[in-house]
């Protein structure tokens, strides 16, 4: 596995959470990095993505003005801050890395580097 995900766990809804990602295979400055995430029953969808040098980020709807995105080059770290959550915010987390580099290509098939998941629940 390429990308370890890690912060998932249990909150309510109002609450804050803070994802990473690391990886010790990638060299993580080549790569705009990425957060999707997957809740029952749905298809996997975008959540945020933040370019090679961290200069440029681009949102979901949903995650706009609630999420930051943010990476550490040199400790090859993507963090994922998430506040004011909702029940509607549960599902399995993932990043991933991108070739691309730039925050303008954030389709999944962009993507070709991937966690494995972490969850986050999220109670009314």
């Known amino acids: 596995v390429q990308l370890q995900a890690s912060g998932g766990g249990l909150v309510q809804a109002g609450g804050s959470l803070r994802l990473s990602c690391a990886t010790s295979?990638?060299?993580?400055?080549?790569?705009?990095m990425g957060w999707f995430r997957q809740a029952p029953g749905k298809e996997r969808e975008f959540v945020a993505i933040i370019n090679r040098s961290g200069g440029s980020t681009r949102y979901s709807d949903s995650a706009k003005g609630r999420f930051t995105i943010s990476r550490d080059n040199a400790k090859a770290t993507v963090d994922l801050q998430m506040s004011s959550l909702k029940p509607e915010d549960t599902a399995i987390y993932y990043c991933?890395?991108?070739?691309?580099?730039?925050?303008?290509?954030?389709?999944?098939?962009?993507?070709?580097?991937w966690g494995q998941g972490t969850l986050v629940t999220v109670s009314s």
């Open positions: 991933a890395a991108s070739r691309f580099g730039s925050s303008y290509y954030y389709a999944e098939y962009h993507f070709g580097s």
């Open positions: 295979e990638l060299t993580i400055s080549n790569y705009a």
